[in-house]
């Protein structure tokens, strides 16, 4: 019904016949029972409008769209909810057609009305050419004022523009179509040959290369009749050059000689191209090189070309002359000219060269030629647009090649920006980085500029102690069973350097500490000392007991001042310089400081979170009477995470660029993660949330049938291993086990469970059935763009627990990334097997389609837009390489056999990215899998045994493992992901039956 009542507005609006829907209207309007009328009023009032009036029934149409306007409006605004994207774009397009009905407003009203509504970046081009129709349909209806139709045909060249953008040729030709009947006067023909280019350049992307003539004839045709000005390329020329110069390049067979001959069926076109090649030799190389060099001189002009043009050329030049980088790295000029191109761009207000910016790091790390242009080049570009980037300037630091380099920026930004950067100083301050004297004197320097520096530091010294005593004692005791196993040499001086940095902090009475801290300090000092002092595996047990003894007094909240008295007594009025609430710079737009809100004081109780490492929660009272809520992490280096929200960010800026749509559905939620230290950090505190694991259990329903299906499973694991009462040694001797008895096991306990807990707990949060529609439909879309960049960043243990529900929306929100990047097929002792949480529980919310429906095609438009802007991600990716984390240098340690830590940390962090940069290029997920399995340290028998299962028939030996399309990559994760061969061997905590 709705592609029906759609279809026939579009053609009614271009005068064409659709007189079977009016003759079906009629049928409705006359049906006796009104039923059908009611039904078409209600949900197609916009169409039906349109179609009213374009039959002359004029106040009848007005009349229908002003009551429905009048009622969607009541709906969202009146009632405080806040309306969707999709809502949005409805109550335009009736509160505009209710307007030209009225005939309220004159010509000149409606003219700046389009003027000032017209489509954007992030333009869903479906309701936006749904918009366009509604304004058509106002010239039909007898406005023919000239003014209004360029006005016109200028929002469909936004449009064309868009879609060119987005690499939908359909949409753009369309646009180009209507431009043409609307207005031909010569400025509106100039933008049509410009986006007519852009088209002709998109189309030829994928073209087959055995048909590279006809391919570069196609695209030769829509040149314009002049191609320079001054003996330089016009912009439109110069589009179609560098498309020309590609297919050129990559067809080496291609000759000049038979371009000609395929172009004498149109002479005209053979004497245009006579006009530009005919001084060329017949090889392939000449017509690469001629191309080429009129593409560069192009660029090498464009700075003082259009002004509205310039950031545009200049980014588009970077990425030409990169490419040229690329394909022959000595010819280091070639990355010399991107650095300079690309923060030319920056300094001109280009978006994509901000977001591209690591390019330049990693060639100014890599070509020394390039870091001359890079010191003179950045010094005109604002600070401000290098802060997304201020965590991978500062490591540069490190460098001694890259220091004079990167510091008088740095210190630029400290200038401007001290409260952005003070985090930066420190967490690289506190990572314990074996920094060059150079380095040294620059942090102090940059320590010494930064306003407010010493109060972050104090404010951070004394975080140390929202932690309970017990999980610190256990992190030292891992950090001393580590040093014992690996450096059995060195254990005693080790672990006394790193007792010593314990002691200094948690039993320092030079300071005033909380009363937790002196009992603790009290009570177990003198054990810990002697256990230190004589330290073996004895006395790594007898730590723990003592860790475990502590635990058991956890509380659920503490008083602040119990912990930290410092931060219990800080008053704003007290400081010497205010301090800024963290997390207020992301983004890639201009921040205003002084609309940033400052740390008043800090709340009096802290409440404690009970996972693994026993994080708090504790309150910032900001300046702005607001409570802003953190949860502080001891005991991990969330560098990792601060990292993956940073390629969450990147993933949701290249799927507003390429994805034609605008609905937030089709963005990943993320918030602010700030590392303090190698050991410890801020994690902003997401409100209206609950872990999945908890929020499964609000339905009423009891959930014990999901426990025993799982007991279920575990007991005949155990029949199927012959293990006893030890949960790791079953599940690790079940990757010998074959495949049927491993699938009818998992079978067997799914029967004893119910599929529709989650989805119970979903019905319970909705108002009605339309929000329910609504929940289901954000938790599904959300849960497949988290599907598709955790995979492409490879991040698992995806238990309930790391994932957050918003009890709002049904959105989901992805927690805790500490194993990414294939680390939970490679290091768990119990290797993962599937790549997405596609569970029972999961499958039922997306009944009755299950994965067929809005889960696959959202994952496939997602996966599609990461791979059609890879370069972002890639760039991005690289900082893990420059700059590993704390536990990927464990890891590495771990994996490596006789190669010393520098060298295998090194292969390990190459390696784990270039698994992910396999991925966007059409890497099979399954083959992708078996490497991350390989990698890891078990048994060669169970190696092949789980190499064949996660396989099975996904990858036979007549298929393809690379250059696989988004769609068919998507089709395999969803395979082996809902495999119960996987599924049945996963561990028990992942709980593969919720």
């Known amino acids: 019904m709705g592609g029906l009542m759609k279809s026939s507005a579009h053609l009614c609006a271009e005068e064409k016949d ?34 009213l009036a374009a039959r002359s029934k004029e106040t009848e149409a007005l009349k229908l769209s002003t009551a429905a306007l009048k009622k969607q409006s009541k709906m969202w605004f009146q009632h405080g909810n806040t309306p969707s994207v999709e809502a949005m774009y409805q109550l335009q397009k009736l509160s505009e057609l209710t307007l030209y009905l009225d005939r309220t407003k ?13 489509p954007d970046q992030g333009t869903d081009l479906v309701e936006w050419d749904n918009i366009l129709t509604t304004r058509r349909m106002l010239l039909n209806l007898g406005s023919d004022e000239d003014s209004l139709k360029r006005s016109l045909a200028t929002n469909y060249g936004y449009l064309a523009r868009i879609a060119v953008a987005y690499r939908n040729s359909s949409y753009a030709e369309r646009g180009l179509k209507t431009m043409n009947k609307l207005c031909r006067d010569v400025d509106m023909m100039a933008t049509r040959r410009s986006i007519i280019s852009k088209v002709a350049v998109m189309k030829s992307i994928d073209k087959d290369d055995s048909k590279a003539v006809q391919n570069f004839c196609n695209v030769f045709r829509s040149l314009p009749g002049e191609t320079k000005m001054k003996n330089q390329l016009l912009p439109d020329a110069k589009d179609i050059f560098e498309c020309l110069f590609r297919i050129a390049d990559k067809n080496s067979s291609l000759l000049p000689s038979e371009i000609r001959k395929y172009l004498l069926q149109k002479p005209t076109e053979v004497e245009k191209f006579d006009k530009i090649f005919s001084t060329l030799d017949n090889t392939n190389g000449e017509l690469v090189d001629f191309l080429q060099k009129e593409v560069l001189t192009f660029f090498s002009h464009a700075y003082q070309g259009e002004e509205n043009r310039i950031a545009d050329d200049m980014m588009e030049g970077s990425n030409f002359v990169h490419r040229l980088y690329k394909q022959n790295a000595d010819a280091t000029e070639f990355a010399a000219l991107s650095v300079k191109y690309h923060l030319k761009a920056m300094e001109c207000g280009s978006m994509i060269s901000r977001q591209l910016f690591p390019r330049c790091l990693n060639l100014i790390k890599n070509v020394t030629e390039c870091q001359d242009d890079f010191f003179l080049e950045c010094q005109t570009v604002p600070a401000w647009m290098f802060l997304p980037w201020r965590n991978q300037l500062m490591s540069c630091l490190v460098s001694d090649e890259l220091n004079s380099t990167i510091s008088p920026l740095i210190t630029r930004m ?32 940059l320590k010494s500029k930064c306003k407010g520096y010493q109060d972050v530091q104090n404010i951070v010294h004394h975080m140390q102690y929202l932690s309970h005593p017990a999980s610190l004692l256990k992190a030292l005791n ?9 450096f059995p040499q060195q254990a005693k001086q080790k672990a006394e350097q790193r007792y010593k940095e314990f002691n200094d902090v948690y039993f320092n009475r030079r300071v005033k500490l909380g009363a937790l801290f002196s009992k603790f300090s009290d009570e177990q000092r003198i054990s810990i000392e002697k256990s230190i002092k004589n330290l073996n595996k004895h006395e790594l047990e007898k730590l723990a007991a003592i860790a475990t003894k502590v635990e058991t007094k956890i509380a659920k909240s503490y008083a602040l001042k119990d912990l930290s008295p410092y931060l219990s007594d800080y008053l704003a009025a007290g400081m010497s310089a205010q301090i800024e609430i963290p997390g207020q710079y992301s983004g890639f737009a201009r921040p205003i400081p002084g609309n940033n809100v400052y740390i008043s004081s800090f709340d009096s109780s802290v409440s404690v979170f009970f996972s693994l490492k026993k994080p708090m929660r504790i309150a910032m009272l900001g300046s702005d009477g607001k409570k802003y809520n953190f949860i502080v992490k001891t005991g991990e280096d969330i560098r990792l995470d601060q990292r993956i929200e940073n390629l969450f960010e990147i993933c949701n800026v290249c799927s507003r660029q390429t994805i034609d749509s605008a609905a ?53 694991l155990e029949q199927l291993t012959n293990t006893k009462a030890n949960v790791n040694k079953t599940f690790k001797e079940a990757g010998r086990v074959k495949r049927e008895p491993i699938i009818a096991n998992y079978q067997k306990a799914l029967k004893s469970t119910e599929r529709d807990h989650l989805r119970g707990s979903l019905v319970k949060l909705s108002a009605g059935l339309k929000e329910f529609y609504l929940m289901r439909k954000n938790f599904v879309t959300s849960y497949a763009v988290v599907s598709a960049m955790q995979w492409i960043l490879g991040i698992g243990d995806r238990h309930l627990s790391n994932y957050l529900i918003c009890k ?13 990047f294939g680390i939970a097929t490679t290091m768990l002792a119990i290797p993962e ?16 389609c299950h994965t067929e429906g809005l889960f696959r095609e959202t994952m496939i438009k997602v996966l599609r837009s990461l791979r059609d802007n890879s370069e972002l991600l890639m760039v991005t990716l690289d900082i893990f390489v420059q700059e590993p984390t704390l536990d990927w240098l464990r890891a590495a340690s771990k994996s490596a056999k006789n190669q010393d830590t520098t060298s295998a940390l090194e292969d390990f962090a190459e390696q784990r990215v270039a698994w992910s940069k396999d991925k966007l290029e059409g890497g099979h997920p399954s083959s992708l899998m078996v490497k991350e399995l390989q990698a890891g340290n078990f048994d060669n028998n169970v190696k092949k045994n789980l190499t064949q299962c996660i396989l099975g028939d996904r990858l036979q030996q007549d298929s393809k493992d690379c250059d696989l399309t988004s769609v068919e990559q998507v089709d395999v994760l969803i395979s082996q992901s809902r495999d119960p061969n996987l599924l049945g061997r996963m561990y028990l905590g992942w709980r593969s039956l919720a």
Not at 478 to 486: A, Q
Not at 808 to 820: A, E, L, N, Q, V
Request: proline share 5%.
């Open 478 to 486: 891992e950090d001393l069973r580590i040093i014992l196993t690996e």
């Open 808 to 820: 709002k929306s049904g959105r989901i929100i992805p927690i805790d990334f500490g194993m990414s």
């Open 833 to 848: 097997l599937v790549q997405l949480r596609l569970t029972p529980q999961i499958l039922a919310v997306m009944d009755p």
């Open 106 to 118: 004159d010509v000149k009203g409606i003219e700046k009305l389009w003027h000032e509504n017209q």
């Open 664 to 716: 937030e559905s089709l963005q990943i939620q993320t918030y602010s993660v700030i590392p303090l230290s190698d050991k410890q950090g801020l994690i902003e505190f997401v409100p209206n949330t609950s872990p999945l694991l908890d929020f499964i259990k609000v339905g009423g329903k009891s959930t014990s049938d999901v426990d025993k299906a799982h007991d279920l499973l575990y007991k005949g």
């Open 414 to 445: 400290v200038d401007e920006y001290p409260h952005a950067m003070a985090y930066s100083i420190l967490v690289h301050v506190n990572t314990g980085h074996e920094l060059s004297s150079e380095a040294l004197i620059t942090l102090r320097e």
């Open 18 to 51: 659709c007189e079977s829907t009016y003759r079906f209207i009629s049928q409705a309007f006359n049906e006796p029972e009104g039923q059908c009328k009611k039904y078409l009023e209600q949900n197609y009032a916009h169409e039906l409008s349109l179609l």
